[in-house]
């Protein structure tokens, strides 16, 4: 009998109440388990045909062994390999190629250097950063976050260029995004599972943990429910996602997606509520069931979403901005029913974006014609090599010695900043 586990760390009643439906559900058809690791082998499975993952993103041997589990044929949700590779920052730039409104989002270098780095590290980073143009860019009041965090952790409301390089300091090796702040009139956090069933909620991110999911204000508009119904089923479908939350900040009657990179997000029924609760495990249960069913053994399993598909299919020519609208099924098509919940002040503040700039992939073509070059390249080395060796072999010991110098500056990480960077900015700001 196949059998489907679930991972998860310090939370209860929503592991307990999942393992308790799907048994319901599944009537001997599945049996469902919290997982059981006592030892992990490479390239051997566990015996587990689904797993839905709630803590790998703060476990490395977890995510690790779900990695294992995912290439041995187990259908690990949320997939390992892409919940390991995306991060705020990217789930923006797609945002804004699928035409979802988003805050204005600039990334920021780290503002101490990494561990193992130089200023010699960042050979290709301007000094100062261009931060006029930054500034501009997002306006003030504007939010400082991680770019890859998550759960409100090191988030700051900056005030001006002053507030910007003071709070900066404290990030230390953080690399960090500088986001549009959107004063919103309604707040929505919404459920996604399976990239079909979605869950509207209204919700208060100022309010208390416990009553952020107040109930007491009907939402706007039908129309604004369906908008952000399809941007939540847009999203989670081309980013793969099989469990994640999607918020949107309202403002002008235009639902802003704020944060949408939540694949363990919080269920517990002491925070979402008794109804969201309920609907969170009796879809999630539906939904494992389905993968259970869908399983084939010794074969890989996961979802990935139709931004990796699209690449892999095209080449590398994926064209976002021309993408096609997902077809939503005739049971998400309808008006979305949501509960009144939690009262969204008006003139509440929140992160959001908008705009991005991304470069296009370069098309494989270029590729195939780079490789048919180097293949010539290396024909007529060859035919060199006959006619003067002496000349080939000085050739060689220098391009092994650039080779070297090239290894030794790619090794260390581009996507954070020197010190350098950010405090003498400071001092130019300072004096401005």
């Known amino acids: 009998m196949k059998k489907i586990g679930i991972l998860f760390g310090q939370e209860r009643s929503f592991p307990e109440a999942f393992v308790k439906r799907v048994n319901e559900l599944a009537e001997g058809e599945f049996v469902a388990e919290y997982v059981n690791i006592d030892k992990i082998f490479q390239g051997e499975p566990l015996d587990y045909a689904v797993i839905l993952d709630r803590i790998s993103q703060g476990v490395p041997f977890y995510r690790a062994a779900m990695k294992n589990a995912a290439i041995t044929g187990t259908a690990v949700i949320n997939n390992p390999f892409w919940w390991s590779a995306d991060e705020k920052f990217f789930n923006n730039a797609l945002a804004v190629k699928l035409g979802i409104p988003v805050p204005k989002t600039a990334l920021i270098p780290s503002r101490d250097?990494?561990?193992?780095?130089?200023?010699?590290?960042?050979?290709?980073?301007?000094?100062?950063?261009?931060?006029?143009?930054?500034?501009?860019?997002?306006?003030?009041?504007?939010?400082?976050?991680?770019?890859?965090?998550?759960?409100?952790?090191?988030?700051?409301?900056?005030?001006?260029?002053?507030?910007?390089?003071?709070?900066?300091?404290?990030?230390?090796?953080?690399?960090?995004?500088?986001?549009?702040?959107?004063?919103?009139?309604?707040?929505?956090?919404?459920?996604?599972?399976?990239?079909?069933?979605?869950?509207?909620?209204?919700?208060?991110?100022?309010?208390?943990?416990?009553?952020?999911?107040?109930?007491?204000?009907?939402?706007?508009?039908?129309?604004?429910l369906q908008t952000m119904h399809d941007y939540v089923v847009k999203l989670n479908q081309h980013l793969g996602y099989d469990f994640n939350t999607v918020e949107f900040a309202v403002r002008d009657g235009i639902p802003y997606a704020i944060d949408f990179c939540n694949p363990a997000p919080d269920a517990e029924i002491t925070s979402v509520g008794e109804d969201n609760f309920n609907w969170v495990i009796e879809h999630s249960a539906l939904y494992a069931i389905e993968r259970a069913r869908a399983h084939k053994p010794n074969q890989e399993n996961l979802t990935w979403g139709e931004y990796v598909k699209g690449s892999v299919k095209a080449g590398g020519k994926i064209k976002l901005e021309a993408a096609e609208e997902i077809p939503v099924s005739e049971e998400l098509a309808a008006p979305v029913e949501l509960e009144p919940q939690q009262k969204a002040g008006k003139s509440k503040s929140a992160t959001a974006e908008k705009t991005s700039k991304s470069t296009k992939a370069k098309p494989a073509a270029k590729a195939d014609k780079s490789a048919a070059q180097g293949e010539i390249s290396e024909k007529k080395d060859a035919t060199a090599e006959k006619k003067a060796p002496a000349a080939k072999k000085a050739s060689t010991a220098k391009a092994g010695s650039g080779d070297k110098a090239g290894a030794a500056q790619a090794e260390k990480p581009a996507k954070t900043s020197s010190k350098a960077a950010a405090p003498k900015a400071k001092k130019e700001s300072s004096k401005k």
């Open 113 to 224: 250097l990494p561990t193992d780095t130089s200023d010699a590290s960042f050979s290709n980073l301007a000094y100062p950063l261009n931060w006029d143009a930054i500034f501009e860019y997002t306006g003030f009041p504007a939010y400082m976050k991680p770019f890859d965090g998550g759960g409100w952790k090191d988030v700051y409301k900056i005030n001006d260029k002053e507030d910007f390089f003071e709070k900066h300091k404290e990030t230390k090796q953080l690399v960090m995004m500088l986001q549009e702040e959107i004063k919103f009139e309604e707040y929505y956090r919404c459920y996604c599972i399976g990239g079909k069933y979605v869950r509207i909620m209204q919700y208060e991110p100022n309010n208390p943990f416990h009553l952020r999911y107040a109930v007491d204000k009907a939402p706007s508009s039908e129309e604004l």
